[in-house]
């Protein structure tokens, strides 16, 4: 049977522009399971035609679906959608794409152990390596989240900057490569966290206890601060899926 195609009005603009629509609209319907796994995928005259877009800016977009783990093309085969496994969790559309299909203790669950893997060794990491400047940075996301506490700045940003602000004094290569993915899956793992703790923001307290450590270079004492903040994190999610099994 066939499967009706997501539709929407596309705006008029560059190619480019028009790629990233039809990314961002076949993206969230693979997703959100409208193709499942195995099965064909429209193919390029049908996309040019639901569309309204040159076969160059269909085939740009199934490129970077392909990229993304979503789908993969065969000759002789086509184009199918790849199985869930197969996907770029740790690419950020991807992982915005699940989180909005429906929130998931079990996808949180996974992220925060990577972040347990890496946030602490990036906190030791800012308090050995980072710079002045670096080290201001977060000083400011903590002062942000202060005045947060006090209704004068937007808490999920303020908290999504600090840890960001981390990693970039970390001065490690990867560790600043994944800063889109944990911007992304930030904005749901945080909310949840300071829900289960029952407080409207981010504590500032917990967040300075890194920040004094990462000041005074002291990378032991950056990295069991931030240990301890996620492996609360982490608690947290666990005792909320032992209570919904």
């Known amino acids: 049977m066939a499967v009706a195609l997501p539709t ?21 319907a693979i997703v959100t399971g409208r193709y499942r796994p195995g099965a064909p995928f429209p193919v390029e005259a049908d996309l040019c035609s639901q569309y ?18 979503l789908i993969s093309s065969r000759p002789r085969r086509g184009t199918i ?6 996907w770029n969790v740790l690419d950020p559309d991807v992982l915005r794409w699940i989180l909005k299909q429906g929130f998931s203790l079990g996808l949180l669950a996974e992220f925060t152990q990577m972040r347990l893997a890496i946030e602490p060794i990036a906190a030791a990491e800012a308090a050995e390596r980072g710079s002045k400047d670096q080290h201001a940075a977060i000083q400011r996301a903590l002062e942000r989240m202060a005045a947060a506490e006090r209704g004068e700045d937007d808490p ?10 981390i ?23 945080i909310q949840f966290t300071n829900r289960a703790k029952g407080i409207p923001v981010g ?35 666990r005792r909320n899926q032992e209570e919904a099994a």
Do not use: C, W
């Open 52 to 69: 309204g877009a040159s076969r160059t800016a269909v085939r740009e977009a199934l490129k970077v679906l392909n990229a993304k783990g």
């Open 8 to 28: 929407s009005t596309l705006d008029d603009g560059s190619l480019g522009s028009l790629t990233k629509q039809i990314v961002e609209l076949l993206g969230a």
């Open 203 to 237: 504590e500032q307290a917990d967040h300075g206890a890194i920040y004094k450590a990462i000041a005074r270079r002291a990378p032991e004492a950056a990295r069991k601060a931030s240990n301890a903040l996620m492996t609360e994190a982490l608690a947290l999610i």
């Open 156 to 165: 999920l940003g303020a908290d999504i900057a600090f840890h960001l602000a």
């Open 167 to 189: 990693l970039d004094a970390s001065n490690n290569r990867f560790f600043i490569s994944m800063k889109p993915m944990v911007e992304a899956a930030l904005q749901f793992a």
């Open 81 to 86: 959608v790849r199985p869930q496994q197969n």
